[in-house]
């Protein structure tokens, strides 16, 4: 079952710039962390962003920072994620995901499987 909806994948240049969303289908997420994970063939689920609806707090992973931007659109819990100055090695499929948000900060905002609902995924491929 499709818990998120995402989309903006697509095939681009490295430098070129990717634009993705991800929205939910059926549920409120008020008080939910959304953002991205990326997986790439043979490799593991890796964290990438995400962001506190409640106040915009955002995690970037050490490998997109400077690079991509996530923010949101409370009146939809949609989030968006810029992704410029894109690298051959962000080539993955993106998936989606949202979370309930702790009360405290935890260190599990990198681990996928303290996240509840998904996105299908998109593919982003970048060339050299």
Do not use: H
Not at 60 to 79: L, P, Q, W
């Amino acid at each position: 079952q499709v818990e998120l909806v995402e989309s903006g994948g697509g095939l681009v240049q490295a430098g070129g710039s990717l634009r993705l969303s991800c929205a939910p289908s059926d549920r409120s997420f008020s008080s939910y962390a959304m953002g991205w994970f990326r997986q790439a063939p043979g490799k593991d689920r890796e964290f990438v962003v995400n962001i506190r609806l409640s106040d915009g707090y955002t995690y970037y992973a050490d490998s997109v920072k400077g690079r991509f931007t996530i923010s949101r659109d409370n009146a939809e819990n949609t989030v968006f994620l810029q992704m410029n100055s894109l690298k051959p090695e962000d080539t993955a499929v993106y998936y989606c995901a949202a979370r309930l948000s702790p009360a405290y900060f935890s260190m599990t905002y990198r681990v996928p499987a303290t996240y509840s609902y998904w996105g299908q995924g998109t593919q982003v491929t970048v060339s050299s």
